[in-house]
């Protein structure tokens, strides 16, 4: 699956209200807006009676089963759920997006290491926890506030766009700037995909 960005995938700077979220059948198309205070919106709600409505992804579904079996998948976040929850009020993130990077990262193994040297639950190299202030990649709380820190500082950086944004966390900023786009690379394909789908299923409640 091929992905371009877009200046309008500026859903990143927020917004999800937990109460407007419902599950959906099938789709989940997520729409962004800026309010009256300048403040950009990212919701899977279609808002009414608002101009500069912008339709930031339009979903389908699935395409398989986790990993693990939804119970233990269920158990494993759980524990980390408030830690999640904080570091995305404080980075101005959806918690939903936590959970898919997550999930797709480390199966919620918070010692898993990658074969490329990538650390925690949201396998951060070494270059990119020390960058992010993280002196212990293996500390739940340090790897989840580093992780979504590093996306914050993605998100600014290419705009908000949220498939930019995915891709350089997987591949780096500057192949993303050197191809102008996401990465002809496999992997990092398939791990844009990956994370949007399992970001959209959080969304809709089918993976609560």
Not at 2 to 17: I, K, N
């Amino acid at each position: 699956m091929a992905f371009r960005g877009s200046p309008f995938l500026v859903g990143l700077f927020l917004g999800v209200s937990g109460s407007n979220l419902a599950p959906l059948a099938a789709r989940a198309d997520i729409y962004s807006y800026v309010d009256e205070e300048g403040v950009i919106h990212f919701t899977n709600i279609r808002p009414r009676g608002r101009r500069g409505v912008v339709v930031v992804m339009r979903t389908r579904e699935g395409r398989g089963g986790p990993s693990v079996s939804p119970i233990e998948r269920n158990r494993r976040r759980a524990q980390y759920e408030s830690i999640i929850r904080e570091a995305a009020i404080f980075y101005h993130l959806p918690p939903a997006l936590l959970h898919a990077v997550i999930e797709v990262e480390s199966g919620y193994h918070p010692e898993a290491v990658s074969p490329a040297g990538a650390m925690g639950l949201m396998q951060l190299m070494p270059s990119t926890a020390e960058r992010m202030g993280v002196l212990d990649p293996f500390d739940p709380r340090q790897n989840i506030f580093g992780g979504a820190r590093y996306l914050r500082v993605l998100a600014n950086t290419f705009n908000g766009d949220l498939v930019l944004t995915l891709a350089a966390y997987h591949a780096g900023e500057a192949a993303v700037v050197r191809f102008g786009g996401v990465p002809p690379f496999p992997d990092t394909q398939r791990y844009v995909e990956r994370v949007l789908e399992l970001y959209r299923q959080y969304l809709s409640g089918q993976r609560m």
